[in-house]
């Protein structure tokens, strides 16, 4: 059986040259969870759209995140949603308290440091403009996830040259084929 994956785009969405969007296309049961308002989201409104996304899954899905769809992923984890994933592979998550962090989103602040009820991946870049290398270490900590790092990448995003990212595309099937069923 092929592996369940919802897509989260970060602050702004994900565009023609993100690997989400190239990997969408390689996969076409792969999906990427639709958000109202990508330029100033409101954590409690993403956290019930992908609450809603989740339950219409037919199994739990694997959850592909990137950015602050990462931070997304923790403050779901943290609403007491009765629904379940089989894990989340989190790709550069943007620290929301960093005075580096654009503004326009409400109430992602502060980050969720509880730990994740279900296996997880942070994929981090040693020089990424939205997280420090340390601070991303930390996420992973705190959330109980394991940690990769890829070297100096960014953002890990299209206009760091992660278009297609096959390694990372081999990274989440390996991930999925240890906790998807």
Known sequence: MSPLVLTLAGLWNSGPQHWQTHWEARHPQWSRVPHGEWQTPDKDEWVAELD???????????LAAHSLACTLVAHWAASGSPHKIAGAFLVAPSDVEAPSYPTGTTGFAPMPLQALPFPSLVVASGDDPYVSFARARAFAAAWGSDFTMIGDAGHINGDAGYGPWP?????????????QP
């Not at 809603?52 to 694997?62: F, Q, S």
């Not at 990274?171 to 999925?176: K, N």
């Open 52 to 62: 809603r996304a989740i339950a219409a899954c037919e199994r739990p899905p694997v």
């Open 167 to 179: 390694d990372g595309e081999q990274l989440l099937l390996d991930f999925c084929a240890a906790h």
